[in-house]
């Protein structure tokens, strides 16, 4: 399998205080395509930070990152963007789904930016594969927390991404919901083969992922750090 994300000696570096702080500290790692990986950590130990770097939402104070081969550093604010919307998907926390479109229009949107003329065909397909056939014109106020968070999956996976960043995905969702939505993760990467990069403090559910990273204190503690090698 081929390499799809690499960090090299990634690290940043904020003022606090009049303080320098190290939020990371000279992380490294590789995954392949396919891979499915958990970021582990207490409050404050960074897998957050590295959530958004690994994405290009931030820029580091030193290493770099590779996405499909390409350095997203070596590019501006407009071009990593442009590289985002073509390789990544993305799931949150607090779902960020706009208020005024129902689930249906809330999936199709990112088709109809690309200018896909098979936008509502694409997302009724998606909602239906993620159980939601029958919510397709529930505003986001009208479905449960655990139904929102099924629409935001549908959403970042109607793109076809070759990475899904998810940054703590059950947070706002009760155990059982929680452990669906990790299965439903899980199965959508198994199926189209996209890369899961998951930020969790939940152990459980970062053990349903091939491979867990633990941070403390912005550096890698568990496993040994990866190479890059291989």
């Given at each position: 399998m081929a390499t799809i994300v690499r960090a090299d000696n990634l690290g940043k570096q904020v003022e606090s205080g009049g303080q320098p702080l190290v939020t990371l500290n000279k992380v490294s790692f590789s995954i392949e395509a396919g891979e499915s990986l958990a970021i582990l950590g207490a409050s404050g130990s960074g897998k957050s930070t590295l959530l958004g770097l690994l994405a290009g939402l931030d820029v580091p104070s030193s290493g770099t990152v590779e996405l499909d081969g390409e350095d997203i550093f070596a590019y501006g604010e407009d071009q990593r963007a442009r590289l985002r919307g073509r390789l990544s998907g993305f799931v949150f926390q607090?779902?960020?789904l706009l208020p005024?479109?129902?689930?249906?229009?809330?999936?199709?949107?990112?088709?109809?930016?690309?200018?896909?003329r098979d936008a509502r065909q694409q997302a009724e397909a998606v909602l239906?594969?993620?159980?939601?056939?029958?919510?397709?014109?529930?505003?986001?106020?009208?479905?449960?927390?655990?139904?929102?968070?099924?629409?935001?999956?549908?959403?970042a996976f109607v793109v076809q991404p070759k990475i899904l960043?998810?940054?703590?995905?059950?947070?706002?969702?009760?155990?059982?919901?929680?452990?669906?939505?990790?299965?439903?993760?899980?199965?959508?990467?198994?199926?189209?083969?996209?890369?899961?990069?998951?930020?969790?403090?939940?152990?459980?559910?970062?053990?349903?992922?091939?491979?867990?990273?633990?941070?403390?204190a912005g550096r890698v503690v568990s496993p040994r750090p990866f190479t890059g090698e291989g």
């Open positions: 607090s779902f960020q005024a479109l129902t689930a249906l229009e809330n999936v199709m949107l990112p088709l109809e930016l690309r200018g896909q239906q594969r993620v159980g939601l056939a029958h919510r397709l014109h529930h505003l986001p106020k009208h479905l449960s927390g655990g139904e929102q968070q099924r629409v935001a999956i549908a959403r960043f998810a940054d703590e995905p059950t947070g706002n969702l009760d155990a059982n919901t929680g452990a669906q939505i990790i299965e439903l993760l899980l199965e959508l990467n198994r199926a189209q083969g996209t890369t899961l990069i998951l930020v969790t403090h939940d152990e459980a559910l970062a053990q349903r992922c091939g491979r867990q990273l633990r941070l403390e």
